[in-house]
């Protein structure tokens, strides 16, 4: 936490009144880094439980995850009306509003990274219903864990506000991308191979795409965490441009 919010009034201008309101806002402010990150854990329980599932064929892991929906839908809803209810009554600015910024960003990667769990909890779910299913291809197995390992990592450099490790974890984003393409190949060619087993292939290439968008969303937490410690918005940059717009420090 930044020493700034709890500085003597003459330096912000506030009066006595505001002093304590001051100290409310860091109170509020740590509660809500607090509770995004015992989300943080939940979701990565949630989606280790999903790729072990789809990689050893547990049934009884996918139904854990689809047990605890409405738990971390209604958390992600309330760490979102808190972030509004600070923005409303504090007005922060500088670094302490884009802490409040990337809370709610961060909550919304989190709560699709939840879902993304599920959706590979339900495919294997259906992939159950091919005795052949399990085990399922190799590289596949191996982008699930890579995923995994990003969103570790991501979450991570969030937890220590470490930008060298969230920069990282974007810079792997490419060779995730790289495999996740392979799998598409190979799953395509057992499509033709064997088109008798077609909706197994289709529920494996599904589940590919879901476990390359949970390393997307790991990255936009690492992007996350570059523009709360630097306020650099990294999202949709043009590589090389040195016009990138920074928030003030």
């Not at 990689?55 to 760490?79: F, M, N, R, S, T």
């Amino acid at each position: 936490m930044r020493e700034d919010n709890t500085v003597a009034p003459s330096a912000w201008d506030w009066g006595q009144q505001r002093v304590t309101v001051g100290r409310h806002f860091v109170r509020d402010l740590e509660g809500l880094w607090s509770e995004v990150l015992k989300l943080a854990a939940v979701v990565e329980d949630a989606l280790n439980q999903s790729i072990h599932a789809l990689c050893d064929g547990q049934l009884e892991l996918a139904d854990q995850i689809k047990l605890q929906k409405p738990a971390v839908d209604c958390w992600e809803v309330q760490i979102e009306r808190e972030c509004v209810r600070v923005l409303a009554l504090y007005q922060p600015v500088a670094s302490d509003l884009r802490r409040v910024a990337a809370v709610l960003k961060i909550n919304g990667d989190l709560e699709r990274l939840a879902e993304l769990a599920r959706h590979i909890a339900k495919r294997v779910k259906k992939l159950a219903t091919d005795p052949q299913a399990f085990p399922i291809p190799q590289p596949l197995e191996n982008l699930g864990l890579e995923a995994l390992n990003q969103v570790h990592d991501s979450l991570d450099a969030l937890v220590q506000t470490n930008v060298g490790q969230a920069q990282a974890v974007m810079a792997a984003e490419r060779r995730v991308d790289r495999h996740y393409r392979s799998v598409l190949k190979l799953l395509k060619q057992e499509i033709v191979s064997h088109p008798e087993r077609i909706n197994t292939w289709l529920h494996l290439v599904n589940t590919a795409r879901n476990i390359e968008r949970i390393a997307d969303h790991a990255s936009k937490i690492a992007e996350a965490v570059v523009y709360l410690k630097e306020g650099e918005i990294l999202r949709h940059r043009i590589t090389g441009d040195p016009a990138r717009p920074r928030m003030p420090q």
